[in-house]
């Protein structure tokens, strides 16, 4: 039968993994932490895995590939050059691996987002069109950002990586698929990538993809120019995943009471609400966070937290809690200290905390009538795009650490369309901040509110 591809998707951090198979055997590529969802896509399938392979030492999550190997008894590929501490079948540019009468997996050196980076390319020998891995070198209208090893390497890697996406371009039929692990909101993506795009060719990428439109000198700049912040988690990513990382505890965390939230709290710990922002607003236990399962919840946890600090789940139920556990297992934050499932008036003895939300046409009213500060935490690439006259800038990762310099007074806290803007408000509050949460869009709405904003290049 042709080679079937089943897609894996992780939105919360943005990538993909993939399985492949012939009816009877499968490959994976760049499987995620939580191994057992591939798991479960072989068992419906029908087919044993039997080969895993890796495009590059991760930086954004822990990967399951050791894990699957394991589990499954499948050969374990990682580029030989790559200093890991597990044993793997090493592999170079060129090498092909026969994984079965009718698949074969061919390597191709693609550095650029790493410097080992390696694609993979598939073929069919029943004569179908080949198929591309392209991990996080050729995304869809994008490609890997250059600067994930240090800003050092980012101008060589940059030029590293219009090179590679050249080469598959001149060395692959343009019906080829590319397949790539990142570039659906993961920071990996040195741009945005195609909105919407569900799957790719390389004849498709050579029409739009800026790493194959323009001059490499060109290209480089722009990628180098665009860069904005990455998470700071990233830093672990690298390390754990060269370790070899065992597969996931996802058994349920240890039940707290009120008594034990509040001791947890007063510790220095964090309590996590898991809650949407809107539900968190009504009601929550006064110096808990609130980042919701309805965002990039792993992604800004791991972003914010000081690395190492206990994290304790609220959720308001079992399930909740777990999704949650689930997600963190994939960037390495592996046991939460504790769990509380239920309402918020459950978790505390104390009456609940509230925070105001409001959207920019109240914001626009106030300001007629009274000084508030107006503190935006976007990340320095989306405010020059525009911004509130006067509003205090400070990007949301670094609001932890420089809190003190938010203006005194009632400060009115906005992102891009609210998620980031709850955390930031029960951050401010549990500092003792009278704090409104603009749970609104900036784009659709700020301007239209009447408020003036500053426009990209009129500085101020």
Sequence with gaps: MPVTILTLETPSLGDRSYLAH????????????????????????????????ETHIHNDYVTGGLALAEATGAAYYVNADDPVRFARTGIRDGDEVMVSPTMTV???????HTFTHLA?????AEGGTPLVFSGGSLLYGSTG????????????????QYASAHKLADTLPDATAVLPTHGFGSFCSATATTAGASGSTIGA????????????????????????????????????NAAGPAAPDLSPPTTADAAELRRRLEAGEWLVDLRTRTAFAAGYVRGSYNLGLDGQFATYLGWLIPWGTPVTLLGETPEQVAEAQRE???????????????RPEDWTDEPLA??????????????HHRPVVVLDVRRDGETAAGRIVDAVRIPLHQLLTRVDEVPPGEVWVHCAAGYRASF??????????????????FDANARTAGLELVEAGTGA
């Excluded at 061919?106 to 650029?112: F, H, K, L, N, Q």
Aim: zero cysteines; glycine letters at 6%.
């Design 424 to 441: 930031a408000a029960s951050l401010l509050a549990a500092h003792g901040r009278h704090v409104v949460h603009v749970d609104d869009s």
């Design 106 to 112: 061919r390597a191709v050196s693609t550095p650029g």
């Design 328 to 342: 963190l297992v994939r960037i390495g934050i592996d046991r939460p200290a504790a769990a509380a499932t239920g």
């Design 22 to 53: 012939d009816g009877e055997v499968a490959v994976v590529v760049d499987p995620q932490r939580d191994i057992d969802r591939l798991l479960d896509l072989a068992r419906d399938a029908g087919v044993r895995i039997t080969h895993v392979f």
């Design 205 to 240: 990428e050579r029409i739009a993809n800026p790493a194959l439109t323009r001059e490499e000198e060109d290209y480089v700049a722009e990628i180098l120019a665009g860069l904005d912040a990455y998470p700071a988690y990233y830093a672990h990513m690298g390390p754990a």
């Design 145 to 160: 950002r250059p600067d994930l090893l240090g800003h050092d390497h980012a101008d060589e890697l940059a030029h590293h």
């Design 354 to 367: 509230r925070i105001e939300r409001a959207t920019f046409a109240d914001l626009a009213q106030v300001r």
């Design 120 to 124: 993979y390319v598939l073929e069919d």
